[in-house]
């Protein structure tokens, strides 16, 4: 994109030279150049770095006769430049990066359309380094979102998973492992309703389903999966499913709680019951 700007800064002011230049502390480098072969200067001998601390075009329409770069050993020098002319290019908070500058061995001058022509481009510089920020921000965001969900994920004393339209795993937490018994990987090989208790799938499918249709936003029930030792395990699970944006599904969210203790203990005490009725 600048390397496109600058072309056209030399076309439409008629100068063998234009630049993408960017300052920091000890120097200028382009990030863009056309008719120049060096890629960087130091930065006091920069004429950017005047140019930076305008609000507008910086022009030099001859630098032998201006006092500030007479001696400038890139006047004086094999370039020897004569003309000067550039505009800051700013971020979105208005911090000067660098400029937009076109440049030439000759004395010049820029008429009001030129100076605009040179101002329009700079802008159109300025833009595509605002857009960059925007996605850079927008990237950092959805990092630190990422990072926030997956500490949640991993953390979360339940279990959690987000499963496949077809059932089968695409993430588990740790807690789900140690529920089911099963690492990550073989997780993976296996599928919702293959670790289910077979008399407990017809039940589930018909309550996924439900989700495929739109007839439930989620659903919750108590059911049993295969631990890996091949005892059953009994969990609280709520289940929801995640559309993508052409309405297909995307992903079930799975929660698991154990809840085998509780029905341990229902178990024990229907157990004691039935012995109480019997005696």
């Not at 030399?10 to 100068?15: E, I």
């Not at 229902?266 to 019997?278: T, V």
Request: hydrophobic content about 45%; proline content about 4%.
């Amino acid at each position: 994109a600048f390397d496109r700007i600058t072309r056209l800064a030399t076309r439409l002011l008629g100068v063998p030279m234009a630049l993408v230049s960017l300052v920091d502390r000890d120097r200028q480098w382009f990030k863009s150049r056309v008719g120049l072969a060096a890629t960087e200067t130091p930065r006091e001998q920069a004429f950017c770095a005047h140019a930076i601390l305008q609000t507008g075009p910086f022009v030099v329409t001859d630098a032998l006769e201006d006092a500030r770069f007479a001696d400038n050993p890139l006047v004086t020098g094999a370039l020897g430049l004569r003309f000067y002319a550039g505009v800051p290019i700013r971020t979105a908070g208005g911090l000067a990066l660098g400029t937009l500058c076109a440049l030439d061995q000759r004395p010049r001058t820029l008429s009001a359309d030129d100076l605009q022509t040179l101002q329009d481009l700079a802008d159109m510089v300025s833009q595509e380094v605002q857009l960059r920020e925007s996605l850079l921000a927008t990237q950092h965001r959805l990092d630190a979102s990422e990072r926030r969900f997956r500490a949640v994920f991993e953390l979360a004393p339940v279990g959690v998973a987000l499963v496949a339209p077809d059932g089968g795993w695409i993430g588990t937490n740790a807690a789900l492992s140690a529920l089911l018994g099963y690492d990550r990987d073989a997780l993976r090989r296996e599928t919702l309703t293959g670790l289910t208790w077979v008399d407990d799938r017809a039940a589930e499918a018909t309550l996924l389903e439900a989700l495929r249709q739109r007839q439930a936003e989620r659903y919750t029930l108590e059911k049993r999966y295969v631990h890996a030792n091949g005892e059953p395990v009994w969990v609280r699970q709520s289940v929801s499913l995640k559309f993508n944006a052409a309405g297909q599904p995307e992903y079930f969210v799975a929660v698991l709680e154990d809840i085998g203790a509780r029905k341990a203990a229902e178990a024990r005490l229907d157990a004691a019951m039935r012995e109480l009725e019997q005696r």
